[in-house]
Structure formats: structure tokens, C-alpha cells
């Protein structure tokens, strides 16, 4: 069987979610949605999205990128939102037949 690598980011709550004021937030959110937007018109994240309904809130949301590991690590630690310790990244490889994902 033909496999088709991705790498998958874990957003979790970073080591300094909780310090920002409700005007840092909006702006780091925004910050962070750009990020994504221009991750994908750069062709490097398939596709982005938050977590809801989860048991563990320290879960913030995943994305799937083209690049590899390394190269998604960088783009991922690179997020406004990661820099400023608002979130926090888990990167790992992650494999699905070919042809599998419509994208």
C-alpha cells in the first residue's frame, strides 16, 4: 500500500495563556488566523481548525501541513500566538493511504 506523509500540529495552551489581557488576546487571535491564512496560500497547511467539546481544555485545535516534520515544526513555532507563549505546538508525522484525503 502507497502512503501519503503529512505532519499534524497539537495546539495546546501555552506556558503563558493565561497572562494576556482580553486586548492581547484579540489581537494574538488575529495574529495567529493570519498566520494560518498565509500558511495556506503558501501552500504548506491543508487545513487548520479549533477543538470543541473536548475533555482536556488545554487542547486547542490541530493542523495538517505538506511539509515535513522539521519544516513544520519551524512554520508552527513560528505562529505569533506560539511566540508569545499564548499556545504551545506538539508536531508528529502522520500517514494516510494515498489518495485518501480529497485535498
Known sequence: ????????????????ALDFTDEELERLQAQHL???DAMQEQGHLVLAGPFSEQADETLRGFCLYRTSVEE?????ESDP???????????????????????
Open 72 to 76: 513544520t515544526r519551524r512554520l508552527a
Open 34 to 36: 493570519a498566520h494560518l
Open 81 to 103: 500566538s506560539v511566540q508569545a507563549g499564548r499556545m504551545a505546538v506538539d508536531v508528529m508525522g502522520w500517514w494516510t493511504k494515498r489518495g485518501s484525503l480529497p485535498f
Open 1 to 16: 500500500m502507497e502512503l501519503d506523509g503529512y505532519s499534524f500540529v497539537l495546539l495546546k495552551r501555552g506556558p503563558r
